[in-house]
């Protein structure tokens, strides 16, 4: 097939998906998601045969004011930049919420992850999948980590942005995804629970 026949069929392929994502009833997000859960919209930066659409956490423009009930976010905003990237996304995540809605975010918790690296203990094989954690896997473009976060820098990110009630929760249940590593029964991540005002 051509290369011009392949871009078409996807951009049709996701223009469908797209179509029958109703704006008008409350939404369940999953940002950069690849597991699919009945009643949740995978949205995603990289396509796959499981998301619904394909963008950026920086530029959500396609979602109008208050149409999501929840948003679960996990493992993506340490992949944006501090300066202009993470602010722009909390931002958003916050206007397309609807008023009590609720943001549940994940993130590699440095803290956990330093202690660990400097555990005499850790070996280099540990070390070496604890860098990943900390700087990314590096697989593709996208995976890379850009910024670090403890619990508190996420508190403070979360109540700077407008929200409320925040909290930080050993894990969501929601997804089989990174916010549920452990090492020694610790969990490697900072899982926030935070909600919008009404």
């Known amino acids: 097939m051509p290369l011009k026949h392949l871009y078409s069929s996807l951009r049709n392929a996701l223009n469908r998906r797209r179509a029958k994502i109703d704006f008008q009833i409350p939404l369940r997000l999953h940002v950069g998601g690849h597991e699919a859960k009945k009643g949740w919209v995978i949205f995603n930066a990289e396509n796959g045969p499981l998301v619904d659409i394909v963008g950026t956490c920086t530029d959500m423009s396609l979602f109008p004011d208050h149409c999501c009930s929840d948003i679960y976010c996990s493992h993506v905003i340490e992949h944006l930049s501090l300066a202009g990237e993470l602010t722009q ?33 850790s070996t280099a094989e540990v070390r070496l999948e604890l ?35 925040i909290e930080q929760v050993r894990f969501f249940g929601f997804f089989d995804d990174s916010s549920e590593l452990m090492m020694n029964d610790i969990p490697l991540s900072v899982n926030m629970v935070a909600k919008k005002g009404a």
């Open 89 to 121: 996304t909390l931002n958003e995540f916050y206007r397309i919420l609807a008023p009590g809605g609720v943001l549940r975010v994940s993130v590699p918790d440095v803290s956990v992850l330093f202690r660990f690296y400097n555990d005499p203990r």
């Open 131 to 165: 860098l990943k954690y900390i700087y990314g896997g590096q697989t593709s473009s996208y995976d890379f980590h850009k910024w670090g976060f403890d619990a508190e820098l996420m508190h403070i990110l979360l109540k700077n942005t407008g929200f409320e009630d």
